[in-house]
T-cell receptor
Framework: DTAVSQTPKYLVTQMGNDKSIKCEQN?????MYWYKQDSKKFLKIMFS???????INETVPNRFSPKSPDKAHLNLHINSLELGDSAVYFC???????????FGDGTRLSIL | GDSVTQMEGPVTLSEEAFLTINCTYT??????LFWYVQYPGEGLQLLLK?????DKGSNKGFEATYRKETTSFHLEKGSVQVSDSAVYFC???????????FGRGTSLIVHP
């Protein structure tokens, strides 16, 4: 069974569109994250979230917003997509912010 | 702020060579330290971790020792294999309201 699963695996869309990426974890973890990885493999954390607290990386544009319907899910919604949003987006989870993280396989977003 | 510095890659080795990937950190407290590995087309996986000074993490022949005096967590392996070719990330977690901090990643290429 996949511990952290993301959908879709590939997402190709046009500039200006709004899109969502879904993430689910079946590990019973309390904390979930979203990361952006660029073409040089640089990993940038975007959000860290548990049922008590959302921590936002201050450099993330407000076009990006996390939405959590329940503890096992943390979806990423992106408004008005721009060319620079093209990247691989990873979801991850951990028991708490001090523990190791479990990553999904990524969503490859391409903006035309 | 907190930071992790890794040696730039790519690191290119022949099979059975000795591997060292340097990692140093700055942190406001006493972090847990991690090495993650990312194989092509996949998400990051935890390779090893250490939670306090002088702890040694080890897994799959890889080792790293938490050195508080030099604020380092260098990754080593005595004999690399072609299958070790991947990108390696050093990371620290402080827990609480802190978000995890990752290094920029080091690409390892192992030739037969």
């Amino acid at each position: 069974d996949t511990a952290v699963s993301q959908t879709p695996k590939y997402l190709v869309t046009q500039m200006g569109n709004d899109k969502s990426i879904k993430c689910e974890q079946n590990l019973g973890h309390d904390t979930m994250y979203w990361y952006k990885q660029d073409s040089k493999k640089f990993l940038k954390i975007m959000f860290s979230y548990n049922n008590k607290e959302l921590i936002i990386n201050e450099t993330v544009p407000n076009r990006f917003s996390p939405k959590s319907p329940d503890k096992a899910h943390l979806n990423l919604h992106i408004n008005s997509l721009e060319l620079g949003d093209s990247a691989v987006y990873f979801c991850a989870s951990s028991q708490d912010r001090l523990q190791a993280q479990h990553f999904g396989d990524g969503t490859r977003l391409s903006i035309l | 702020g907190d930071s992790v510095t890794q040696m730039e890659g790519p690191v290119t080795l022949s099979e059975e060579a000795f591997l060292t990937i340097n990692c140093t950190y700055t942190a406001t407290g006493y972090p847990s330290l991690f090495w993650y590995v990312q194989y092509p087309g996949e998400g990051l996986q935890l390779l090893l971790k250490a939670t306090k000074a002088d702890d040694k993490g080890s897994n799959k022949g890889f080792e790293a020792t938490y050195r508080k005096e030099t604020t380092s967590f260098h990754l080593e392996k005595g004999s690399v294999q072609v299958s070790d070719s991947a990108v390696y990330f050093c990371a620290l977690n402080l827990g609480g309201s802190y978000i995890p901090t990752f290094g920029r990643g080091t690409s390892l290429i192992v030739h037969p």
